[in-house]
């Protein structure tokens, strides 16, 4: 990614695959400089392949916030942690907009939901407009490869004035 020319990298914890994997991480890098909000870097409720990690930036001179997150599968048994993770995310972003109450927003990641399901349990998201139609799910991940072609990965933001997902300059 330095070749690529990011200088500010920024990464947060995320949950385990297995003792033996080690942990997913969730990552944003950026090519200008950009401020960690969360301190420490929190880590979302989670348990052993439930999803679970949150980071947070500021990009001063753009005047954005970035929020990065890795969401619980919302299985039956699961869907408690699912919640619980996206009600800690909607406190983050409350958080910001008590300070901030205009500020520029985008919250992107691994929901592990469609934006329906999101609406469904979170009636406030209704409002977040979607930057990312279409997008597909990624797994490397045998046990993960039924995910595919499923929109479950999202960049979602306040902003009246939506665009395609891209990068920011």
Excluded at 40 to 48: D, F, Y
Excluded at 85 to 112: T, W
Excluded at 117 to 122: P, S, V
């Amino acid at each position: 990614l330095k070749q690529e020319g990011y200088t500010h990298f920024h990464f947060g914890p995320g949950h385990e695959l297995t003792p033996e994997d080690g942990h997913v991480e969730t990552l944003i890098a950026t090519r200008m400089p950009s401020i960690s909000i969360f301190s420490p870097v929190q880590k979302l409720p989670a348990r052993h392949c439930f999803g679970g990690g949150i980071i947070g930036i500021h990009i001063p001179s753009k005047n954005i916030f970035v929020i990065q997150l890795h969401l619980a599968l919302p299985t039956a048994q699961r869907k408690p942690f699912h919640i619980r993770q996206m009600e800690l995310v909607l406190q983050e972003v409350q958080k910001i907009l008590k300070n901030m109450p205009h500020a520029k927003i985008v919250i992107m990641g691994d929901f592990n939901s469609s934006k329906t399901a999101l609406t469904t349990l979170f009636p406030e998201f209704a409002a977040w407009k979607s930057a990312s139609v279409n997008t597909h799910t990624y797994s490397a991940t045998n046990l993960l490869k039924w995910l595919y072609k499923r929109t479950l990965d999202h960049i979602f933001t306040r902003s009246e004035k939506v665009k395609n997902a891209g990068v920011i300059e």
